[in-house]
């Protein structure tokens, strides 16, 4: 790979990648994590990385060897850094997982003390000769000459990783959730990587005067970074979403310096340049277009939690203020009952006509109370079904019956289609629920029909029963079609014909049938050429 001439060796690409890598995931934590400790020494940590593989690329290409020797100090230097921020990143981490806002003063004494004697021993070692003294022809290279805190300096960098450790692993253990138990597996996981790599490749192999694999030690600093983004990901800091446009960007940044790198005239390089900064502006402008969508989606996830919140509260102020009206409605209806009876004495023709309007009147009051009931325990995940073997041709021409006084009310002709040879057909259900469910069809039926008939039958299918109410009533359209089995929805008849309904009926059989892994579903040909609700239960 040539660069005007200069040839750049793998150990130079593989070093400038996990720059390029670093930075851009650095930035990203900067601008988009969450504020708060652990997350600032990750930066911190991920920044002295950084700070750890700039000087070793820029070490192949300085002849001057103060340089040379200023740039290792930094990389030292920068190495030892990221000791001290694993350690502050574990302990702040650990503590913000177990919800501990603030730990006690002694533990702040320790990780303060700890903080500042590891950054002095490092500033020491980077203005002084201290660390590393000079340079030294061995078998014809040039090799880094260590002074005498270098041993020091070993000790100190292991202290500090093997703290970490412990803290991790202690924590691993008496930790009893398992998605934090994972989380702290990866941390542990990616550190160790990490860790293990640059200690052998970056502490003991010079310490042996082998320098050949001085660049392998940032490498493996990915593998922490890639098990540290799963953490993070784990606990919801970032997104997904971001993080895959991240990788995008990052893949074709890198392919566009790349092919920038190996250009070998000036003509090339200005164009590839001019393309390299064209992605740049390009990846910064998709970036925070995802990060725009991202927020407002996380602005309508927290009103949507919101609005759950609101519609909880209702449907148990719903619920409450159904109860407390139905007890009086359930009074005033027995009252109005025994003044109907004579109970109380004789009343006059015209007195009984108004209580009986009063006595209808209170009747619908109370189904509408009970369908607020049935809806709020629905919502609340209160309604069960209390299933047992049942005969459903009996129970429909049961329900015909008892809607029969009704349909001759408006004079109607009310039919039960009974099943050949009187067959039963069995089946496991809540038998009040499927007789509300079809007592609310029949009721509909009725009230949206003038004239003509309501038949009902039963139909033996695969596995299932399926009853049918169908009428020569209003209809509906396809658009009510949509509506008619939602929370209060109503079809243009109902709103026309039936004025005194709720709106909850047909949501309320809909809501039975799913409780009995049934379906229900209606029919109509359009507007005045009547309708046909099927109930289908299974038998199995």
Not at 16 to 28: K, R, S, V, W
């Amino acid at each position: 790979m040539l660069m005007l001439g200069i040839q750049l060796p793998i150990s130079s690409i593989t070093l400038l990648a996990t720059i390029i890598i670093n930075a851009i995931l650095g930035l990203f934590l900067f601008f988009k994590s969450e504020r708060n400790w652990s997350a600032l020494f990750l930066f911190l940590i991920i920044l002295s990385i950084f700070f750890w593989a700039v000087p070793l690329f820029l070490y192949e290409f300085v002849c001057s060897q103060k340089l040379a020797l200023n740039l290792s100090k930094i990389a030292y230097f920068a190495a030892g850094l990221s000791s001290i921020f694993s350690l502050d990143f574990t302990v702040f981490f650990v503590n913000e997982r177990k919800g501990k806002k603030k730990k006690n003063r002694k533990w702040n004494i320790l990780v303060f003390l700890s903080n500042l004697i590891g950054i002095l021993f490092l500033i020491i070692c980077l203005f002084k000769n201290l660390l590393l003294s000079g340079f030294k022809v061995f078998n014809h290279e040039r090799i880094i000459a260590f002074g005498r805190l270098y041993p020091f300096y070993i000790i100190l960098i292991s202290t500090f990783f093997i703290f970490s450790f412990y803290i991790l692993y202690r924590n691993y253990n008496n930790e009893k959730d398992p998605l934090r138990k994972k989380q702290i597996q990866y941390i542990f996981i990616g550190m160790l990587i990490a860790v293990t790599g640059g200690v052998i490749t970056n502490l003991i192999f010079p310490t042996f005067h082998n320098f050949s694999l001085y660049w392998v030690g940032p490498l493996f600093t990915l593998a922490m970074a890639g098990f540290l983004v799963i953490a993070i990901l784990k606990h919801h800091l970032f997104d997904i979403k971001i993080i895959a446009t991240e990788i995008f960007v990052i893949a074709l940044l890198s392919v566009f310096l790349i092919n920038t790198l190996n250009t070998d005239t000036w003509q090339g390089l200005v164009f590839n340049v001019v393309i390299f900064i064209s992605a740049v502006i390009f990846s910064i402008l998709l970036i925070r277009s995802v990060s725009r969508e991202i927020e407002i989606r996380n602005k309508l996830v927290l009103a949507y939690e919101k609005l759950k919140k609101v519609d909880k509260t209702k449907t148990e102020f719903i619920s409450m203020a159904s109860h407390q009206l139905r007890t009086p409605l359930t009074s005033i209806k027995g009252y109005i009952s025994m003044l109907l009876e004579g109970d109380y004495g004789e009343i006059k023709e015209e007195q009984k006509k108004i209580l009986r309007n009063v006595f209808f009147s209170n009747e619908r009051l109370i189904r509408i109370v009970n369908d607020l009931l049935n809806v709020s325990r629905i919502e609340l995940g209160k309604m069960n079904a209390q299933k047992e073997k049942a005969d459903i041709v009996s129970i429909v021409k049961n329900c015909v019956e008892e809607m029969k006084q009704e349909a001759d009310k408006k004079g109607l002709e009310i039919l039960f289609k009974k099943q050949d040879k009187g067959e039963k057909i069995f089946a496991l259900v809540d038998i009040l629920k499927i007789r509300h469910a079809i007592i609310n069809i029949i009721d509909n039926a009725i009230h949206y029909t003038e004239k003509g008939k309501v038949e009902v039958g039963v139909k033996k299918g695969n596995s299932s029963v399926i009853i049918y109410i169908k009428d020569t009533g209003q209809g509906f359209s396809a658009e009510d079609k949509e509506k008619i089995f939602e929370e209060f929805g109503r079809g243009k008849a109902g709103l026309n014909l039936f004025v005194g309904g709720s709106g909850l009926g047909l949501y309320i059989v809909k809501k039975y049938m799913d409780l009995h892994k049934g379906k229900v579903w209606a029919e109509s040909k359009g507007k005045g050429k009547g309708s046909t609700f099927y109930l289908k239960i299974p038998t199995d």
